[in-house]
């Protein structure tokens, strides 16, 4: 502890911090959190807004197949499997995003009822949930996606694109979920503890 607080000292002296050494770890650390949370945030938020135009892509192609069937009799083999693709890589790559603005849907009936460090608490019990379904995903989804990248896996349909580039965006967009999962509990056992949001 000792050493602790003279590195304190030190680093007061560095930066030309006048007060009591733990109130400047207080606010390292609230520095340190603030980047760690801010730099998840902007990563969901990337990766939500290229997945954002994704359902509107669809909408051209499924237009792009009506043009095609009806006037020109001339069905495509793709649309199908394309928007489905399109679709689902928006839903994978947008949860993050959804969890950042906190637009998952909850239960209000109880939630609403409490004020913000309450909301907090009850955010970090529901995380252990959370982690639970998340761990389970992405345990299952592991060996899954491996085996489909080594089989070069393809949809063996007519038109038969290739799948394990899905299985991937399918990790990967968990993998989102789940470190904008971690960034919500820090966020939430800041509140908790401080009463302050972060």
Same mark, same amino acid.
């Given at each position: 502890?000792?050493? /602790? ?41 990337? %990766? ?23 006037? %020109? ?58 982690? /639970? ?37 399918? %990790? ?16 939430? /056992? ?9």
């Amino acid at each position: 502890m000792n050493k /602790l607080i003279a590195l304190l000292e030190y680093l007061s002296d560095v930066v030309g911090y006048v007060g009591p050494p733990m109130e400047l770890l207080g606010k390292l650390t609230h520095y340190v959190l603030k980047l760690i949370t801010g730099a998840i945030g902007k990563i969901s938020t990337i %990766f939500g807004y290229i997945a954002a135009p994704l359902p509107f892509l669809a909408g051209v192609i499924i237009f792009y197949e009506i043009v095609m069937r009806k006037f %020109f009799n001339s069905p495509t083999l793709w649309v199908s499997e394309t928007t489905a693709m399109l679709c689902g890589i928006c839903y994978l790559l947008g949860g993050a995003l959804t969890m950042k603005n906190d637009g998952h849907v909850r239960v209000d009936i109880i939630y609403s009822r409490f004020g913000k460090r309450g909301k907090s608490i009850l955010d970090c019990f529901n995380f252990c949930f959370i982690a /639970l379904y998340l761990v389970v995903m992405l345990r299952v989804i592991w060996p899954y996606m491996v085996q489909s990248i080594k089989l070069n896996e393809h949809s063996w349909t007519a038109w038969n694109p290739m799948v394990w580039p899905m299985k991937v965006i399918l %990790f990967f967009g968990f993998c989102l979920v789940a470190l904008q999962a971690i960034s919500k509990l820090i966020q939430d /056992l800041y509140m908790a503890i401080t009463g302050r949001p972060l």
